[in-house]
């Protein structure tokens, strides 16, 4: 998945685009004696008007990428038959499955993204009161996890500090991506 990638992108492009914008006001500000008031009040406006413009639609263009993945993500966790394997006869054979049996399946299909198989593993491990040391997040966590990162990225566009946590590699992957994320 390329989600949090490309939401990070999309947020450092209006970030960068905003930072622009002030600094022609900042140009401005420092050259005002150069025009009439009236002039630099009007220059100032417009500058003004399209960082307002810049911000909304950097906005907008962060909900989108967020309302994508929430799309993506519900065609992902719908149940599909074709997708369960010969490892669900292990659910309803004579066999009992430990955790480590349990975990290896999980390792298994988280590898190839197979969320019915999944699905089934962790009701099983439930229904047979089977700890087992993996997370599983359903879509409704995830979808929640990318309305918060979503919402932190739209705070980045007007917090300096945030906007400089989201561009740092290291800090933005380890401490901004919520765990029901990493990956996507």
């Not at 962790?122 to 918060?148: K, L, P």
Request: proline share 2%; glycine share 6%.
């Amino acid at each position: 998945m390329n989600f949090v990638k490309n939401l990070r992108e999309t947020t450092i492009e209006y970030i960068n685009k905003l930072a622009a914008q002030s600094a022609q006001i900042e140009a401005l500000d420092c050259d005002r004696d150069d025009y009439k008031q009236s002039t630099y009040l009007d220059k100032r406006r417009d500058l003004v008007k399209q960082q307002e413009d810049i911000l909304n639609e950097g906005r907008y263009k962060i909900l989108d990428v967020v309302n994508g993945y929430k799309q993506d993500l519900s065609v992902r966790y719908c149940a599909k038959g074709g997708d369960i394997t010969d490892d669900a006869k292990l659910f309803t054979g004579n066999i009992p499955l430990a955790q480590g049996d349990i975990e290896a399946l999980v390792d298994k299909y988280t590898a190839v993204d197979n969320i019915t198989m999944l699905r089934m593993i962790f009701d099983y491990a439930s229904n047979h009161d089977i700890y087992i040391d993996r997370a599983y997040y359903t879509e409704e966590m995830r979808a929640q996890a990318a309305d918060v990162l979503g919402e932190t990225m739209s705070g980045a566009l007007t917090s300096d500090m945030t906007g400089a946590f989201v561009q740092n590699d290291s800090f933005f992957y380890q401490s901004m991506v919520p765990p029901a994320l990493a990956g996507e």
